[in-house]
């Protein structure tokens, strides 16, 4: 089941690096302004000059350089719920296309899902989450089964935000990677599937099996359409993540099919970057990517992400502001004081770090503004978070 994919990628944590100047003597007596400890997980994306096979073959000779991200951890966080079975990626790009190569550890593997933009979910599945703007606004998803089968979405706003699905299937115009439109000039999304061993799948007689690999292209002009980004060059930062849907599964002594562990009602969610709540839409969370240069001529440390901490001021804005919000009848604030008791990190408001203001325009909702090493963040009460 050949449909494709591919992306080379380097890991390194910026701060075993130089600070930015943006970034040194920023402490307010005991809060770190630079709010190192919520920095998230980051990767290079290094170059290829050619494509990547396309099988989710991870053995293959291809990816045989491009580094493995950190492995997958649970959704929350906790550390006490490490993931049974490990996860891991290989990102690459090229001037046209995104690569990724996952790598599922699994020892049932099983897929009922025959069908694309069906809520594949319901199956055992991987899943892309790429906000290349990060203004959490109009980003992509897309989620693969071990049949190679594709879910791929667009929110318009993270559904927490009263977002909701923009695409060709919900309205018109709208977004589909899988299907060309008057909105879609760019070929569509590839994937491919390799389960090991061969023809596993559905089969418990060949349990304990040793997992899949699953690759995905992405259209780097798909990715960016209806976003403020551009085509990527070297050097530029996007937000994104991952995640693992898994089941557990048990074997029917009749038939000798897999069916869901009914003890267990909810499914496991394991990440690449930890979210702290079971909700991947929460794109301020995920990691982030760098795009590097070609494979053999650059390193694969990552830069640090100066923008980091004026963003993560503006969250603050808009985690106090729901909380606020909610003790008070929906209503918002401009007091930046009262704020400081709602801030989901103790301290980030009353802090010192750089000029906090709040507005409240005459249509509702709230604009919240920092400024801080040398960028002003701006948010809104539907989370849309931009740099001016």
Request: with cysteine; proline share 6%.
């Amino acid at each position: 089941m050949t449909r494709i994919l591919l992306l080379l990628a380097c890991l390194c944590s910026p701060y075993a690096k130089a600070l930015s100047p943006a970034f040194v003597g920023t402490s307010k007596g005991a809060f770190d302004c630079s709010f190192k400890a919520s920095y998230p997980r980051s990767y290079k994306v290094l170059k290829t000059d050619k494509p990547a096979p396309g099988t989710g073959d991870y053995n293959d000779e291809f990816w045989a350089q491009v580094p493995w991200t950190e492995d997958f951890v649970d959704i929350t966080g906790n550390a006490s719920l490490t993931p049974r079975f490990k996860t891991a990626v290989k990102i690459v790009y090229d001037d046209e296309y995104l690569y990724f190569l996952g790598k599922l550890e699994e020892p049932q593997v099983w897929a009922t899902l025959t069908t694309d933009n069906c809520v594949i979910f319901n199956d055992n599945d991987f899943e892309i989450f790429i906000n290349p703007d990060a203004t959490t606004h109009n980003y992509k998803e897309i989620e693969l089964n071990a049949f190679a089968h594709v879910w791929d979405l667009a929110l318009n706003v993270p559904y927490g935000d009263g977002g909701y699905e923009n695409s060709t299937r919900v309205m018109d115009p709208g977004f589909d990677m899988l299907q060309p439109s008057t909105v879609a000039t760019w070929p569509t999304v590839k994937s491919g599937v390799t389960v090991f061993p061969e023809s596993c799948i559905n089969d418990p007689s060949t349990a304990p099996n040793e997992g899949w690999g699953v690759e995905v292209r992405l259209s780097l002009e798909g990715i960016i359409y209806n976003t403020t980004s551009s085509m990527p060059e070297q050097g530029d930062f996007w937000r994104l993540d991952f995640s693992r849907v898994e089941w557990r599964v048990l074997v029917n002594e009749t038939s000798g099919e897999y069916y869901k562990d009914p003890a267990y009602p909810n499914e496991d969610n394991w990440v690449w970057q930890e979210i702290g709540v079971v909700a991947m839409h929460n794109p301020d969370k995920w990691g982030i990517i760098q795009f590097g240069g070609i494979i053999g001529e650059d390193d694969n440390s990552v830069d640090l992400y100066e923008e980091w901490p004026a963003r993560q001021m503006a969250m603050m804005i808009y985690y106090a502001e729901h909380s606020f919000a909610g003790a008070n009848n929906g209503t918002y604030t401009t007091d930046i004081q009262e704020l400081t008791k709602y801030s989901p990190i103790e301290g980030a408001l009353s802090s010192g770090c750089g000029d906090i203001s709040v507005t409240l325009p005459k249509g509702g909702g709230f604009v919240g503004e920092t400024t801080y090493g040398g960028f002003t963040a701006l948010v809104r009460e539907d989370r849309q978070l931009t740099l001016k």
